[in-house]
């Protein structure tokens, strides 16, 4: 009895051995098989890494692909390097490991094991290349793989040299006409005793960055915007999106300001004209043929100011697109839109009040004509005085304009206006030839079937 009791304990002995060492085994060749066969190779996300256009010497946004080994064996990596080695500018992260530029641009023993994946990741910091116009860059990412097949993903991207500005401040009469793009960082500073000139020039503004103007300011033909040339989404790119910058700031000791053929987009306010002493033989700030568009606050904002507006667009703001606080506006053939896609609290298309928290501030005009006022809500016109306030002055006039408002029997303040409704057959948004709400497209000229024709800024 007890010889046959230790013969099953040791028949339960050499069993258990033999199960774990076929564990061990099968464990092992799971994971530790790697193959040389040049029939095993790896797969890509994608064959192409296609990048947005950058600056020259600014860093692009990061882009990622993976790599995949679906063979039934492990792959082992020889190396992956840069086919051009660090003469193009691409930055590029394997696994965790870093192509070093001092080292080649190449990384080695890498693994991919069995139904496992790596993620790559690939950066552009392009050398100037002396050029006024973007040029194209191009490398290839190679993967040797022990087995000595070669597997390549292209990279692609566009450097554009420009001019890179910190802190400028102008402190005498200065102009600024490039063909180059400019770069601006921290911001630009026009001191009270001076005038800047912009003019057949764009200035790209970095992040926070944008104009404070103690003196004044004369654009032509000119461009304020952010300075992402890349994408948010694939369809995408930065330049639809509003808040890139921190727009014009108009201070209290600036007159004659004058801003003609040019835009200013896809700021966190487009212009702010500062509270100062109200002098109507002094005009703030002038403005004809130009576009305010895509605001993340207000797109103009004038407080006890003289300005004028002649066949502007002032578009889609998150505020007001066009905030009169005091003083005297005269707006001729403007189109005001308020197509503002991102929040369902925005703001007016025009208001106008005479005071702003505790202040007054007196209007002593608000004068439209030939102008188009209109936008998603039902009423987009907003005229604001404070309750029993009958001392503070509150002028107002409207002419031969479309409102979007309800209609008011008032003749001697709203002379030939047309009072849009949303129940008009053509309104809102009909009037126009594009309104894009998918991909953030606008074209604010007027469509055929308006009803608006003859008015606003085209």
């Given at each position: 009895m007890?010889r046959?009791?230790?013969?099953?304990?040791?028949l339960?002995v050499?069993?258990?051995?033999?199960?774990?060492?076929?564990t061990?085994?099968?464990?092992?060749?799971?994971?530790?098989?790697f193959?040389?066969?040049p029939?095993?190779?790896l797969?890509?996300?994608t064959?192409?890494v296609?990048?947005d256009?950058?600056?020259?010497?600014?860093?692009s946004r990061?882009?990622?692909?993976w790599?995949?080994?679906?063979?039934?064996s492990g792959?082992?990596?020889?190396?992956?390097?840069?086919?051009?080695g660090?003469?193009?500018?691409?930055r590029?992260?394997?696994?965790?490991?870093?192509?070093?530029n001092?080292?080649?641009?190449v990384?080695g023993?890498?693994?991919v094991?069995?139904g496992?994946?790596?993620r790559?990741f690939?950066?552009?910091?392009?050398?100037?290349?002396?050029k006024m116009d973007?040029?194209?860059?191009?490398?290839?990412?190679?993967?040797?793989l022990?087995?000595?097949?070669e597997?390549s993903?292209?990279?692609?991207g566009y450097?554009w040299d420009?001019?890179?500005?910190?802190?400028?401040?102008?402190?005498?009469?200065s102009?600024?006409?490039?063909?180059?793009?400019?770069?601006?960082y921290g911001?630009?500073?026009v001191?009270?005793?001076?005038t800047l000139?912009?003019k057949n020039?764009?200035?790209?503004?970095?992040?926070k960055?944008?104009?404070d103007?103690y003196?004044t300011?004369?654009?032509?033909?000119?461009?304020f915007?952010?300075?992402?040339l890349?994408?948010?989404?694939?369809?995408?790119?930065?330049?639809?999106?509003?808040?890139?910058?921190?727009g014009i700031?108009?201070?209290?000791?600036s007159?004659?300001?004058?801003i003609?053929a040019?835009e200013?987009?896809?700021a966190e306010c487009g212009?702010?004209c500062?509270?100062?002493?109200f002098?109507?033989s002094k005009?703030r700030?002038?403005?004809e043929?130009?576009?305010?568009?895509n605001?993340?606050?207000?797109?103009?904002?004038a407080f006890?100011?003289?300005?004028?507006?002649?066949?502007?667009?002032i578009?889609?703001a998150?505020?007001?697109?066009?905030?009169?606080c005091g003083?005297?506006?005269?707006v001729?053939h403007?189109?005001l839109?308020?197509?503002?896609?991102?929040?369902?609290?925005?703001?007016?298309?025009?208001?106008?009040?005479?005071?702003?928290?505790d202040?007054?501030y007196?209007?002593?005009?608000m004068?439209?004509?030939g102008?188009i006022?209109?936008?998603y809500?039902d009423?987009?016109?907003m005229?604001?005085?404070r309750?029993?306030d009958?001392?503070?002055?509150?002028?107002?006039?409207?002419e031969?304009?479309?409102?979007?408002?309800?209609?008011?029997?008032?003749?001697?303040?709203?002379?030939?206006v047309?009072w849009e409704t949303?129940?008009?057959?053509?309104q809102?948004?009909?009037h126009?030839?594009l309104i894009?709400e998918q991909?953030?497209?606008y074209d604010?000229?007027l469509?055929s079937?308006s009803t608006?024709?003859?008015?606003?800024?085209?």
């Amino acid at each position: 009895m007890t010889r046959r009791k230790n013969i099953l304990s040791l028949l339960l002995v050499q069993l258990a051995s033999a199960l774990f060492c076929c564990t061990l085994l099968f464990g092992c060749s799971d994971g530790d098989d790697f193959t040389t066969s040049p029939t095993a190779t790896l797969t890509f996300s994608t064959d192409s890494v296609v990048m947005d256009t950058v600056f020259s010497t600014i860093g692009s946004r990061t882009y990622d692909f993976w790599v995949f080994n679906r063979s039934r064996s492990g792959v082992r990596l020889q190396n992956v390097r840069l086919r051009q080695g660090n003469q193009t500018g691409f930055r590029v992260n394997v696994d965790g490991s870093y192509l070093d530029n001092t080292t080649g641009s190449v990384v080695g023993d890498l693994e991919v094991r069995e139904g496992d994946s790596i993620r790559v990741f690939v950066e552009l910091t392009a050398p100037e290349n002396g050029k006024m116009d973007p040029q194209q860059l191009n490398d290839e990412l190679v993967f040797r793989l022990e087995s000595g097949v070669e597997q390549s993903v292209v990279l692609q991207g566009y450097a554009w040299d420009a001019l890179l500005w910190r802190d400028v401040v102008v402190s005498s009469d200065s102009t600024i006409e490039s063909r180059k793009p400019i770069v601006v960082y921290g911001g630009l500073r026009v001191d009270s005793a001076a005038t800047l000139t912009v003019k057949n020039t764009t200035l790209y503004f970095h992040d926070k960055a944008g104009i404070d103007v103690y003196g004044t300011l004369l654009a032509d033909s000119a461009v304020f915007r952010g300075d992402r040339l890349d994408h948010m989404f694939d369809y995408l790119p930065y330049d639809r999106v509003s808040g890139q910058w921190r727009g014009i700031r108009i201070c209290a000791s600036s007159f004659k300001n004058r801003i003609t053929a040019s835009e200013i987009r896809n700021a966190e306010c487009g212009i702010v004209c500062d509270s100062t002493a109200f002098d109507e033989s002094k005009q703030r700030l002038y403005m004809e043929r130009t576009v305010i568009h895509n605001s993340k606050g207000h797109g103009l904002q004038a407080f006890n100011s003289s300005i004028g507006l002649l066949n502007c667009q002032i578009s889609n703001a998150m505020g007001d697109c066009l905030s009169v606080c005091g003083g005297v506006t005269v707006v001729d053939h403007c189109t005001l839109a308020q197509f503002y896609p991102f929040t369902g609290g925005r703001g007016a298309a025009l208001r106008f009040t005479n005071y702003h928290g505790d202040y007054a501030y007196p209007l002593h005009a608000m004068q439209m004509a030939g102008s188009i006022v209109t936008g998603y809500a039902d009423d987009v016109v907003m005229g604001e005085t404070r309750e029993n306030d009958s001392t503070t002055l509150f002028s107002y006039y409207f002419e031969n304009t479309l409102l979007r408002t309800p209609a008011s029997e008032d003749s001697t303040r709203f002379v030939k206006v047309k009072w849009e409704t949303p129940d008009d057959s053509i309104q809102g948004k009909q009037h126009f030839k594009l309104i894009d709400e998918q991909n953030l497209i606008y074209d604010f000229h007027l469509d055929s079937l308006s009803t608006a024709t003859g008015l606003g800024c085209y």
